[in-house]
Nanobody, 125 residues
Framework: QVQLVESGGGLVQAGGSMRVSCAAS????????MGWFRQAPGKEREFVAA????????YYADSVKGRFTISRDNAKNTMYLQMNSLKPEDTAVYYC??????????????????WGQGTQVTVAS
């Protein structure tokens, strides 16, 4: 069983930066392909960023490319999402997720087996 706990959300002004973290309680964190999703009120959960199955590549939604950076520290069982140049439209609950199969596509929420409880990020204009 994998438990994921996000932290680091809060309120930030537009143009500011924030880093959210995802701590995993798992023996072999490096064996999981990880990703970030977000969900704004009244909208579907959407893909933000993810690692490839091997961990050697990263992928981003077009809306965050160039502004957000996904990273992970396997020694600390932690994944991060550094968010720069934040916009009001980035306001959402941010979720980290883990998937256990290389067959599943990184950009679909249904591909992920485990989810955190989410952390609220609010960007004020």
């Amino acid at each position: 069983q994998v438990q994921l706990v996000e932290s680091g959300g809060g309120l930030v002004q537009a143009g500011g930066s924030m880093r959210v973290s995802c701590a995993a309680s798992v023996r072999t964190f490096s064996r999981y392909a990880m990703g970030w999703f977000r969900q704004a009120p009244g909208k579907e959960r959407e893909f933000v960023a993810a690692f490839s199955w091997s961990g050697g590549s990263t992928y981003y939604a077009d809306s965050v490319k160039g502004r957000f950076t996904i990273s992970r520290d396997n020694a600390k069982n932690t994944m991060y999402l550094q968010m720069n140049s934040l916009k009001p439209e980035d306001t959402a609950v941010y979720y980290c997720a883990a998937r256990t199969s290389y067959r599943n596509s990184y950009q679909y929420a249904s591909s992920y087996n485990y989810w955190g409880q989410g952390t609220q990020v609010t960007v004020a204009s």
